[in-house]
């Protein structure tokens, strides 16, 4: 009897089951930026340059807002207004901004443009250079709300052009969609990160779980195809006769 026919036999169930694998952990880590994420196209600058016109954003479902965050959100409280930076229309406009404070939270600006929140000056290299806010304000975030404003700030429609609506320019932070944690279009994608926060977001560590398992899958395709094949060629036991 041919010893080496039941040697290939164990291995082909093994790679098989490899293979298996790989494909159902690829599978499932897809399931899960599918199931987390949503999709977005930039209409406007009032966020350059941290996104620009044109591009896809990934936006991690959620209501858990930190300072720093870059989130979509609605704002029936505006009253829809237009502007740069909204989605759709009437209190289902989507706005995409930065958090600047949460509640209990005190957000000032100067005369310069310079902000701060409870007390201390906000370092912001996020923000595209050019002319800063005109109007100082000072504000005290109520509990269950944000502030939020555009990284371009002369062309967002943000909180501090909303003083005077109700809520005094703060949104509900149930509002909020998401976090935006990629930005870009075609293959060219960059990281949109939040000073308050550290290490990957889930969606795109399951990216990578995914990526790795397509790589293993391509690498792997061939060692069972070749394995096939030589099972088929091998020569048969002959049959015992009595």
Excluded at 105 to 119: C, F, M, Y
Excluded at 142 to 169: E, K, Y
Excluded at 209 to 237: H, M, N, T, Y
């Amino acid at each position: 009897m041919n010893r080496s026919s039941g040697g290939r036999g164990l291995r082909n169930p093994l790679l098989f089951a490899l293979l298996g694998l790989e494909v159902l952990v690829g599978i499932s880590a897809i399931g899960v930026v599918v199931g987390s994420t949503d999709v977005m196209t930039v209409p406007g600058r009032g966020m350059e340059n941290t996104a620009q016109v044109g591009d896809r954003v990934i936006v991690q479902r959620g209501h858990d807002v930190r300072r720093g965050d870059v989130v979509t959100v609605t704002a029936p409280e505006w009253g829809g207004a237009g502007g740069v930076g909204g989605v759709g229309g009437g209190a289902d406009r989507v706005y995409m901004s930065r958090v600047i404070g949460v509640g209990g939270d005190q957000v000032a600006s100067d005369a310069r443009g310079q902000l701060t929140v409870n007390g201390r000056a906000l370092h912001e290299d996020y923000v595209k250079p050019g002319p800063a806010l005109s109007r100082p304000f000072n504000v005290k975030v109520p509990p269950g709300r944000i502030w939020v404003m555009g990284d371009n700030r002369p062309l967002q429609a943000h909180s501090p052009l909303h003083v005077g609506d109700p809520g005094g320019g703060t949104l509900q932070a149930g509002n909020v969609k998401g976090r935006v944690i990629e930005a870009g279009k075609g293959s060219s994608w960059r990281e949109v990160t939040s000073p308050s926060r550290s290490g990957m977001p889930v969606p795109v560590i399951a990216l990578l779980v995914a990526a790795v398992a397509a790589v293993l899958f391509l690498i792997s395709l061939p060692v069972v195809l070749v394995v096939v094949l030589r099972g088929s060629k091998a020569p048969r036991d002959p049959a015992f006769r009595t």
